[in-house]
C-alpha cells in the first residue's frame, strides 16, 4: 500500500474511531479527576432528580457505581421520571471544595450536561423506593424483582455468587475433577422428599420427575470410570419453604472413586477452608475440622447441625433423677442446661423464656438457681432430695448464681429437640454467639435408619445409597436404629452446609437396605433399574458429597434466607410472583398430555 493510501485510510479509521465516541459510553466507574475538561457519554438509570434553585442535579447509576450530573437549563431534565433509562453528554469537572460526596466513588467529580437522550422512559410511581427496596415486603419485592435487582445491595449478592461460582469451578479443575452435567428430566425415586413431576407427551400416563440431587446418575460416572466428578447442580424438592430451603437450589456436586470416608472430608474441609477465607471477612475455622458422632451430637447439642458458636452443653440428669417425685419428670428423659452468673437477672428474663418455651411446644421449663451451701432457689427445689442437690451441683460443676433449666419428655428425641432450642434461645438472649465467626464442623456416624412413631415404620435416616459399617451382613443381629453409616454433614453456625456418604455398592446390602423401609428387592430393583444393572459389571468403592452454594453464599453476606443469594427466587409459598407460576395449562395442553384436573365440581374433559 502506499504512503498517501495509508494516509488515506489512517483518516478513516481517525474519523470512524471519534464517530463511535461520540456514543461510547463510559462506565461511571471508569471516570476519575484526571478526566477534568473531557466531553463524555455516560448511559444508566435515573436514580434522583434534585432542584437547588435553578441548578438541576440527577444521580445517574450504572452497574458500577453513581455520577452526580448538573445542569443549567430547566428543559433537559424536564419531565424525567425516576429509574428512566437515559444517556448523557457532558463534560467531567471537579466539585468544588466542601460540595464533595465521599460515600461514592466518583464522589469528587460531576458531569456538566450539555445534552440528554432517553433510552427507555420509567412510570413515575414506583412500587417501591429501589435504594431501600430490602425494607419492602417480600412479595412485592418478588413481584418486581428487576427493579430489586438494581439495589445495590441485592446486586452485589448475585455478583458474588457468580465470583464464588467461578472460584469453586476452578478450585475443582485445580483438584482434577471433571466437569460433567447431568439430565435435568430423570425418574422418579424415593429419595425422601417429594418430586416435582413433568407429563410426558409421547407416554401418555407417565412422568419425568426433576432431580433431587444427581445422585444416581453421579454414581453411574463412578462405574463408567471417571475418577473425580463434578457439576454446579441444580436440584429440586417439592417442600415446604423456608429461612433455609427453597424449591429450587444448587450444590456442589462431587464424587470420587477409590477413596475412602477421611479423603472425602478432607476434599470438603479445603473447600469450605478456602471459598470462606477468600470471601468473608470471619474468623474461620482452620481443617481438620472438629468431627462430631451424630449421637454425641444429640446428646450434647440436641441437634446434628449445632452451632458450636454457643458454648453452652446440654446434659441428661435422667439417672440423678430417676426417682423424683415431681410428676412431669417421672419416667422422663430429663435434660439439663446449667448457665453460670445469671440467677441474680430479672424475673422478665426467666418469664421470656418461659414464653419462648411455651411457643415452640413445651408444657413449660423448669430451673432452679444455686445461692450458697447448696441452697437452691425455684419452685423444683422442693421436689428434691438432699443427695439429688449434691449430685446435680457435683456433677454439673455448679457454682453460686448459676442457673440450671430442666427439659424433660418421654421420647428422647422429643427431649434433646427441646432441649436443642432452648440451648440455641439461651445463646441468643445471652448474646454468647460470636457474630465473627464461621465454626465449622463435621458431624458422621449417623443411623442408617430412625422410627418414625407416627407412621410406625423405618425410614432411612440419611441417604439410602449410604454404605453402613460393617455390611448388612449382620443386621438380623441388630435393631436397624443402632446400624450406622458412612454419611457426614459438614455444618457452620447451625447451618447444614453439605451432605455426603461413602456408597454402598453391594447389591444384596443395598436391597436388605430399602427391605427394611419397606421396599421389596422387586420394587427396588425396578425403581432403581439403571444402578441395580450397572453395579454387576463391576463398581468401583465411591463416595462423595454436595456443598450447598446458596446457603454458602448466605453466611458470607450474612443474609437471613437463601432468597437473598438467588436471582429469580419464588416466594416464601412457592409462587413465582413475576412470573406468574405455577400457573394454569390450556384445554389443547391438557390433552396433548392426557391429563384430567380434578376441580371441585369433577373432571374436566
Known amino acids: 500500500m502506499s504512503s498517501l493510501s495509508q494516509e488515506l485510510q489512517g483518516l478513516v479509521n481517525t474519523r470512524k474511531e471519534n464517530r463511535m465516541n461520540k456514543y461510547r459510553t463510559h462506565l461511571i466507574s471508569s471516570l476519575t479527576e484526571e478526566m477534568k475538561g473531557k466531553e463524555i457519554v455516560v448511559s444508566g438509570w435515573v436514580e434522583n432528580i434534585r432542584d437547588h434553585g435553578g441548578v438541576l442535579f440527577l444521580d445517574l447509576r450504572d452497574e458500577t457505581g453513581t455520577l452526580q450530573t448538573v445542569s443549567n437549563d430547566d428543559e433537559i431534565f424536564k419531565g424525567i421520571a425516576k429509574e428512566s433509562v437515559v444517556r448523557l453528554k457532558g463534560m467531567i469537572r471537579v466539585r468544588e471544595e466542601g460540595t464533595e460526596n465521599p460515600r461514592l466513588t466518583t464522589g469528587n467529580i460531576e458531569l456538566l450536561v450539555s445534552n440528554l437522550d432517553i433510552l427507555g422512559s420509567s412510570v413515575h410511581e414506583l412500587p417501591f423506593e429501589i435504594m431501600t427496596s430490602k425494607q419492602t415486603k417480600d412479595d412485592v419485592r418478588l413481584k418486581y424483582r428487576y427493579l430489586d435487582l438494581r439495589n445495590d445491595a441485592v446486586k452485589d449478592n448475585i455478583k458474588l455468587r457468580s465470583e464464588v461460582l467461578h472460584f469453586l469451578r476452578n478450585k475443582m479443575y485445580d483438584l482434577e475433577f471433571t466437569e460433567v452435567q447431568t439430565p435435568i428430566l430423570t425418574a422418579s425415586s424415593p429419595e425422601g422428599a417429594r418430586d416435582f413431576v413433568v407429563p410426558s407427551r409421547l407416554f401418555k400416563g407417565k412422568f419425568y420427575a426433576l432431580p433431587q440431587a444427581p445422585q444416581i446418575y453421579k454414581e453411574l460416572l463412578m462405574v463408567g470410570g471417571f475418577g473425580k466428578y463434578f457439576q454446579i447442580a441444580p436440584c429440586f424438592r417439592d417442600e415446604d419453604a423456608r429461612a433455609d430451603r427453597t424449591l429450587e437450589f444448587y450444590q456442589l456436586d462431587l464424587e470420587m472413586s477409590f477413596v475412602e470416608e477421611d479423603e472425602v472430608l478432607s476434599i470438603g474441609e479445603e473447600i469450605f477452608y478456602d471459598t470462606f477465607t477468600k470471601f468473608s471477612n470471619k474468623e474461620v475455622t482452620k481443617p481438620p475440622f472438629r468431627r462430631i458422632a451424630y449421637r454425641d451430637a444429640m446428646e450434647m447439642y440436641g441437634t446434628d447441625k449445632p452451632d458450636l458458636r454457643n458454648p453452652l452443653i446440654i446434659k441428661d440428669a435422667s439417672e440423678i433423677l430417676k426417682n423424683t417425685t415431681f410428676g412431669p419428670f417421672k419416667n422422663s428423659i430429663i435434660k439439663v442446661i446449667v448457665v453460670d452468673n445469671i440467677g441474680d437477672y430479672s424475673n422478665s428474663w426467666f418469664n421470656e423464656l418461659v414464653d419462648y418455651a411455651?411457643?415452640?411446644?413445651?408444657?413449660?421449663?423448669?430451673?432452679?438457681?444455686?445461692?450458697?451451701?447448696?441452697?437452691?432457689?425455684?419452685?423444683?427445689?422442693?421436689?428434691?432430695?438432699?443427695?439429688?442437690?449434691?449430685?446435680?451441683?457435683?456433677?454439673?460443676?455448679?457454682?453460686?448464681?448459676?442457673?440450671?433449666?430442666?427439659?424433660?419428655?418421654?421420647?428422647?428425641?422429643?427431649?434433646?429437640?427441646?432441649?436443642?432450642?432452648?440451648?440455641?434461645?439461651?445463646?441468643?438472649?445471652?448474646?454468647?454467639?460470636?457474630?465473627?465467626?464461621?465454626?465449622?464442623?463435621?458431624?458422621?456416624?449417623?443411623?442408617?435408619?430412625?422410627?418414625?412413631?407416627?407412621?410406625?415404620?423405618?425410614?432411612?435416616?440419611?441417604?439410602?445409597?449410604?454404605?453402613?459399617?460393617?455390611?448388612?451382613?449382620?443386621?438380623?443381629?441388630?435393631?436397624?436404629?443402632?446400624?450406622?453409616?458412612?454419611?457426614?454433614?459438614?455444618?457452620?453456625?447451625?447451618?447444614?452446609?453439605?451432605?455426603?456418604?461413602?456408597?454402598?455398592?453391594?447389591?444384596?446390602?443395598?436391597?436388605?437396605?430399602?427391605?427394611?423401609?419397606?421396599?421389596?428387592?422387586?420394587?427396588?430393583?425396578?425403581?432403581?433399574?439403571?444402578?441395580?444393572?450397572?453395579?454387576?459389571?463391576?463398581?468401583?468403592?465411591?463416595?462423595?458429597?454436595?456443598?450447598?452454594?446458596?446457603?454458602?453464599?448466605?453466611?458470607?453476606?450474612?443474609?437471613?434466607?437463601?432468597?437473598?443469594?438467588?436471582?429469580?427466587?419464588?416466594?416464601?409459598?412457592?409462587?413465582?410472583?413475576?412470573?406468574?407460576?405455577?400457573?394454569?395449562?390450556?384445554?389443547?395442553?391438557?390433552?396433548?398430555?392426557?391429563?384430567?384436573?380434578?376441580?371441585?365440581?369433577?373432571?374436566?374433559?
Open 358 to 605: 411455651s411457643s415452640i411446644g413445651m408444657p413449660g421449663i423448669g430451673y432452679i438457681t444455686l445461692l450458697e451451701d447448696g441452697i437452691f432457689k425455684g419452685p423444683i427445689d422442693k421436689f428434691l432430695s438432699d443427695e439429688e442437690r449434691k449430685s446435680l451441683i457435683e456433677s454439673y460443676d455448679m457454682k453460686q448464681n448459676s442457673v440450671m433449666f430442666f427439659i424433660a419428655n418421654k421420647r428422647l428425641a422429643v427431649a434433646e429437640k427441646f432441649a436443642g432450642l432452648i440451648r440455641d434461645e439461651l445463646g441468643r438472649k445471652l448474646d454468647l454467639i460470636d457474630k465473627n465467626k464461621l465454626e465449622l464442623c463435621i458431624i458422621n456416624d449417623f443411623p442408617m435408619f430412625e422410627y418414625d412413631e407416627e407412621n410406625k415404620k423405618y425410614e432411612f435416616c440419611h441417604n439410602p445409597f449410604s454404605l453402613p459399617h460393617g455390611g448388612m451382613s449382620d443386621y438380623e443381629e441388630k435393631r436397624p436404629e443402632d446400624i450406622l453409616a458412612y454419611q457426614y454433614d459438614f455444618v457452620c453456625n447451625g447451618n447444614e452446609m453439605a451432605s455426603g456418604a461413602i456408597r454402598n455398592h453391594d447389591l444384596d446390602s443395598l436391597a436388605k437396605g430399602f427391605e427394611i423401609v419397606g421396599y421389596s428387592r422387586e420394587e427396588v430393583e425396578k425403581r432403581f433399574k439403571s444402578i441395580f444393572t450397572a453395579f454387576k459389571y463391576g463398581c468401583p468403592p465411591h463416595g462423595g458429597m454436595a456443598p450447598g452454594i446458596d446457603r454458602i453464599l448466605m453466611l458470607i453476606q450474612d443474609e437471613p434466607n437463601l432468597r437473598e443469594v438467588q436471582a429469580f427466587p419464588t416466594s416464601a409459598s412457592g409462587a413465582d410472583l413475576m412470573m406468574g407460576s405455577p400457573s394454569e395449562l390450556t384445554d389443547i395442553q391438557l390433552n396433548e398430555l392426557g391429563i384430567k384436573i380434578d376441580t371441585e365440581d369433577g373432571y374436566n374433559d
